[in-house]
T-cell receptor
Framework: QQQVKQSPQSLIVQKGGIPIINCAYE??????FPWYQQFPGKGPALLIAIRPDVSEKKEGRFTISFNKSAKQFSLHIMDSQPGDSATYFC?????????????FGTGTRLQVTL | GAVVSQHPSWVICKSGTSVKIECRSLDFQATTMFWYRQFPKQSLMLMAT?????????EQGVEKDKFLINHASLTLSTLTVTSAHPEDSSFYICSAWDLEPYEQYFGPGTRLTVT
């Protein structure tokens, strides 16, 4: 029940394309859903996060779509660029406002080609 | 966003020695920090939760006598890998919650190689 399932495992898109990464969760106590971007040899960097009270959030070229009834959320990267090539992790946490543990997805390796 | 630093960024040590890794929250106070381990091309594996002024909480299967955690202040947590062995070689990453706003930030990671 603590798992967060992430797909696809890897993804190749052309420059300008819109890669979509999906995550699903079971634990209804989760109420905070961040996405992290990680480059090789670096720590994860927070991209964008959403809470269940909204169905969509945009920050720059990154958009999270959230479906509470389906317990699914996804990351869309608009106008993708080669510099977006990285590994993306979704995560979830419960007990908003407290320093609770994040449960991570397994990651998606994105490659954006020219 | 908030900044979390780690030191050192990489370290090579001999088998049997101990290595200390520092994690600092630079512009916010963190009563709770987390330590992760990451193997190549895998997700982050939570090792332990570090609580300021109290004992760390270890995840199942993590040897607390091998991975010593100390959280002596609101901005500093340390992870000491004791009697390191080659199988301890990994990428270690810490994180901390900035509760205002509610976001968790990660350090840049420490690459440990045990020879």
């Amino acid at each position: 029940q603590q798992q967060v399932k992430q797909s696809p495992q890897s993804l190749i898109v052309q420059k300008g394309g819109i890669p979509i990464i999906n995550c699903a969760y079971e634990n209804t106590a989760f109420d905070y859903f961040p996405w992290y971007q990680q480059f090789p040899g670096k720590g994860p960097a927070l991209l964008i996060a959403i809470r269940p009270d909204v169905s969509e959030k945009k920050e720059g070229r990154f958009t999270i779509s959230f479906n509470k009834s389906a317990k699914q959320f996804s990351l869309h990267i608009m106008d993708s660029q080669p510099g977006d090539s990285a590994t993306y992790f979704c995560a979830a946490a419960g007990a908003t406002g407290t320093a609770s543990k994040l449960t991570f997805g397994t990651g998606t390796r994105l490659q954006v080609t020219l | 966003g908030a900044v979390v630093s780690q030191h050192p960024s990489w370290v090579i040590c001999k088998s049997g020695t101990s290595v200390k890794i520092e994690c600092r929250s630079l512009d916010f106070q963190a009563t709770t920090m987390f330590w992760y381990r990451q193997f190549p091309k895998q997700s982050l594996m939570l090792m332990a939760t570090s609580n300021e002024g109290s004992k760390a909480t270890y995840e199942q299967g993590v040897e607390k006598d091998k991975f010593l955690i100390n959280h002596a202040s609101l901005t500093l947590s340390t992870l000491t890998v004791t009697s390191a062995h080659p199988e301890d070689s990994s990428f270690y990453i810490c994180s901390a919650w900035d509760l205002e706003p509610y976001e968790q930030y990660f350090g840049p990671g420490t690459r440990l190689t045990v020879t």
